[in-house]
């Protein structure tokens, strides 16, 4: 069972660049999540998406964008990097939004903004 | 807003032994669910353990129990014979039952396992 699948797994990046994080999940997940994880800050919500076509900002939304174009990809943009955007993401699911459904993770995507 | 606090950085602990990792939350609701997760060296984060706030009894799967005491605010998690593969960051996490999507995570805490 794949789960969730990101990509790339790393990625170094020049600052001023677009890039886009890639989420898929093959377990038909109706919500679907990003995180940031820092050094000393443990991991940080950006965006989340209940269900195909709606998303909604988390705690740290500034300078990402996403789309929920279908249940099972949820890909995350940064427009113009910035070195603060260096960090480990992680894509996540759950079947529903809310406590009682636990996310599941992916590897994560580990990305560094020169 | 919730606040998932995680007051030791890093634990060490002989193989076999029993470890305790401290987990403190800060909330208004009062219906809410708390997690443990597992993240090893791999990075891939992994779920150990889920504790429903309504229910008084806590919640074990084979060698990890957590001691939930909800008028404190704690949510500890014991691991017990402690084995090499429990090495790893252990994450403290919260959710609201309602109107909230967001899962707070505490800062971790890096268990290692002496041989």
């Known amino acids: 069972t794949a789960g969730i699948t990101q990509a790339p797994t790393s990625q170094i990046l020049a600052a001023g660049r677009s890039m886009t994080l890639r989420c898929t999940q093959d377990?038909?997940?109706?919500?679907m999540y990003w995180y940031r994880q820092d050094l000393g800050l443990g991991l940080r919500l950006i965006h989340y998406?209940?269900?195909?076509?709606?998303?909604g900002k988390g705690e740290v939304p500034d300078g990402y964008s996403v789309s929920r174009a279908n249940t099972d990809d949820f890909p995350l943009t940064l427009a113009s990097a910035v070195p603060s955007q260096t960090s480990v993401y992680f894509c996540?699911?759950?079947?529903?939004?809310?406590?009682?459904?636990?996310?599941?993770f992916g590897d994560g995507t580990r990305l560094s903004i020169l | 807003a919730q606040t998932v606090t995680q007051s030791q950085p890093e634990m060490s602990v002989q193989e076999a032994e029993t470890v305790t990792l401290s987990c403190t939350y800060d909330?208004?609701?009062?219906?809410?669910?708390l997690f443990w997760y597992k993240q090893p060296p791999s990075r891939q984060m992994i779920l150990v353990i889920r504790?429903?706030?309504?229910?008084?009894q806590n919640a074990t799967e084979n060698r990890f129990s957590v001691n939930f005491q909800k008028a404190a605010k704690s949510f500890s998690l014991k691991i017990s014979d402690s084995q090499l593969g429990d090495t790893a960051m252990y994450f403290c996490?919260?959710?609201?039952?309602?109107?909230?999507?967001?899962?707070?995570f505490g800062t971790g805490t890096r268990l290692t396992i002496i041989p």
């Open positions: 998406s209940n269900t195909a076509g709606t998303t």
């Open positions: 996540a699911s759950s079947e529903q939004g809310g406590g009682n459904q636990p996310q599941h």
């Open positions: 504790q429903e706030a309504y229910k008084q």
């Open positions: 909330t208004s609701e009062s219906n809410y669910y």
């Open positions: 996490a919260f959710m609201p039952n309602f109107g909230n999507e967001k899962l707070t």
């Open positions: 377990m038909r997940h109706n919500a």
